[in-house]
């Protein structure tokens, strides 16, 4: 089982993977060191933490993920509906909506992505 429960650092780190893997361990500390201004031991630390979750692995000093970025954010917001709007996704983009207007775009693309569902169900 693989545990999505990551700090905003061990995100942040993990979008750096996403973004440059296949990564070389070398590679991933510069690239830390630049983008985070982090040592070596501390990229070193988050590294093993996230393989030990199941997210990364480190094979043979080529760092790569486990688990693909649209498939952790996907599973984040899962958790967020189910533990914060008992599982409901209607209730989620009311919440939603309420505080942002939709752009007609917006609108247009959401109203698509329901279309395409219905006809895929209904097949």
Do not use: H
Request: hydrophobic share 35%.
């Amino acid at each position: 089982m693989i545990d999505m429960e990551l700090g905003a650092v061990q995100e942040r780190f993990a979008d750096l993977v996403w973004a440059n893997e296949p990564v070389g361990s070398g590679e991933l500390v510069k690239i830390c060191e630049k983008e985070l201004n982090w040592k070596k031991p501390t990229t070193y630390t988050v590294l093993r933490k996230l393989c030990e979750k199941g997210l990364l692995q480190n094979d043979n000093g080529v760092v790569s993920s486990l688990v693909s970025k649209d498939e952790f954010y996907s599973a984040k917001s899962e958790q967020i509906i189910a533990d914060s709007y008992q599982g409901s996704l209607p209730s989620f983009i009311a919440a939603f909506i309420s505080r942002k207007n939709l752009t007609k775009q917006e609108a247009d693309e959401i109203q698509k992505m329901i279309d395409t569902f219905r006809k895929e169900g209904a097949s």
